[in-house]
């Protein structure tokens, strides 16, 4: 549901996010309902305004506002904390010759 390539949401909320000029936060919602409409674990909800989505993340309901979501996914990362997880860090400047070393976490990795 979120780490499919292509399809999943947050590949959806990128390419959404990309094309910010094309796209607006309930096109990424109808795309996200479109794809996962009928998965146990996503849902699509109306209400005043801008739509939610209801993910169930670990047995747990979590609603989201789709207001503002492409805009908060153009913030950028500091580099030098793109750096130090992607293992940079010596070239960043940020360390004592430990260029190369990579996070050994498989969810950091999956970033980059």
């Keep these: 549901l979120l780490w499919n390539k292509p399809g999943g949401l947050i590949h959806i909320m990128d ?6 000029h094309k796209k607006m936060d309930h096109t990424m919602a109808d795309t996200f309902a479109k794809q996962w409409g009928n998965h146990s674990s996503f849902k699509l909800g109306g209400g005043s305004g801008f739509l939610t989505f209801t993910i169930c993340h670990f047995n747990d309901l979590v609603t989201y506002s789709s207001e503002a979501f492409l805009e908060c996914n153009l913030d950028a990362l500091n580099p030098n904390f793109v750096a130090l997880l992607c293992g940079t860090v010596a070239s960043a400047g940020l360390g004592d010759g430990a260029e190369g070393v990579e996070s050994l976490n498989p969810f950091i990795k999956g970033f980059f």
């Design 15 to 20: 390419d959404q996010a990309h094309q910010s």
